[in-house]
């Protein structure tokens, strides 16, 4: 879902009039206080109102608060409506941009937007929300009981989303359970490819229904004894955290990106009719094959497994020399500067760009990038180099 940054939607012609509101409104201020956030007691850094980026669900969020808290429907929390919802004039005074004593929509959405950043809730853990509560909610309530998620596939973590022991999580509880659950697995390295993975694992080899492989189950999904160290609680089975992590670790010493596997996923999906887990060797097709890589099909019996798909893709990495992050940034850089549309950089576009020294489009660095010798920058140059100047 896009995000929305105030400070460049407010250039635009076609920005909305409550952003064009905003922006005279802080074009009056002669500062803008900053916002010390608070979670539990502990303070976080000062934010200033208009470097968050919102979100849809933040406008959303606004609109829902809206219908149930301005009483007298003028479009504005009055500190009697605000009061209701246990807000101070200390908590709104940051976000009170034109000093009315009084919030507008653009203003709630600000303070709505700066306590979903304080929590870490990005736009997939409302997504995941409310996905699993369409699924999940038996009784339409809006909550999820607990006994209503004994058999769910997204997390074995779930009763600690469960902050206040009522044995059922309220929209609040699930989406930052999922927040925290996501960011303790970005810790670990685990994507979400991996949990996707884990997930498709459990749905295909699970055979008593406890949402957990072992033994036999293992061998059905093509996983061996190894796997198990990664059973972390000792119960002698893996869930979906425990394959997640699992696939995170192989992803990574294989030398794959989150996109690399995806695409062997999709290639076996699309190309599997008969659910072996092989595919015709000559449905699998790369833009750039390189002679050097040789041919995926290892066992030359024109069919190809997932492994051999993953190890040929492991492989083009490693040649390839960058990850998806860097192809991204370069991707940006090049479009961004590339006046005739060659989808290069010359020295005129790289000096043009106006970079500095420490940037990968100073003109100073073109020897540096320009691996083929033809004065000029493309793609995958500049994307080698960006991963290679990467700090830790």
């Known amino acids: 879902m896009p995000t929305l940054m105030l400070s460049h939607c407010c250039r635009s012609n076609r920005s909305p009039a409550w952003l064009l509101v905003l922006l005279a409104c802080v074009a009056a201020l002669h500062a803008t206080p900053s916002l010390v956030a608070q979670d539990a007691g502990t303070p976080s850094e000062p934010a200033d109102p208009l470097s968050i980026k919102l979100l849809e669900m933040d406008l959303t969020a606004t609109a829902k608060l809206y219908a149930r808290h301005d009483l007298d429907d003028d479009g504005t929390l009055s500190k009697s409506e605000y009061e209701r919802l246990k807000w101070t004039s200390e908590d709104i005074r940051p976000f009170d941009l034109n000093r009315s004593g009084n919030l507008q929509s653009v203003e709630v959405t600000l303070k709505l937007a700066a306590e979903r950043e304080r929590a870490g809730i990005v736009q997939m853990d409302a997504i995941l929300a409310d996905r699993y509560t369409k699924r999940y909610d038996s009784n339409r309530d809006g909550k999820l009981q607990l006994k209503e998620l004994e058999n769910n596939t997204f997390s074995d973590q779930i009763e600690s989303y469960d902050r206040n022991s009522d044995d059922e999580l309220s929209p609040d509880e699930l989406i930052r359970g999922l927040a925290f659950e996501r960011k303790f697995r970005d810790e670990l390295g685990v994507k979400g490819c991996d949990q996707g993975g884990a997930m498709a694992l459990i749905n295909q080899g699970d ?186």
């Open 207 to 392: 055979a008593n229904g406890d949402r957990q492989l072992a033994g036999d189950e293992l061998e059905r999904v093509g996983l061996d004894s190894a796997t198990m160290k990664f059973d972390r609680n000792d119960n002698e089975s893996l869930s979906v955290s425990e394959l997640a992590e699992y696939l995170a670790d192989r992803r990574m010493r294989m030398g794959m990106t989150p996109a690399d596997q995806l695409l062997a996923r999709n290639v076996i999906r699309r190309s599997d009719p008969d659910g072996d887990g092989l595919v015709p060797a000559n449905l699998f097709h790369q833009a750039d094959p390189d002679p050097d890589l040789g041919s995926p099909d290892e066992n030359g019996d024109r069919l190809l497994s997932l492994l051999e798909i993953e190890t040929y893709l492991a492989k083009q990495r490693k040649l390839l020399g960058f990850d998806d992050e860097s192809a991204n940034r370069a991707s940006i850089l090049i479009a961004r500067n590339d006046s005739n549309g060659d989808r290069k950089l010359s020295k005129s576009e790289l000096t043009a760009s106006g970079a500095d020294r420490d940037s990968p489009l100073s003109p100073q660095k073109l020897s540096l990038i320009d691996q083929d010798g033809d004065a000029e920058v493309d793609m995958k140059e500049l994307a080698r180099f960006i991963q290679k100047t990467k700090r830790p």
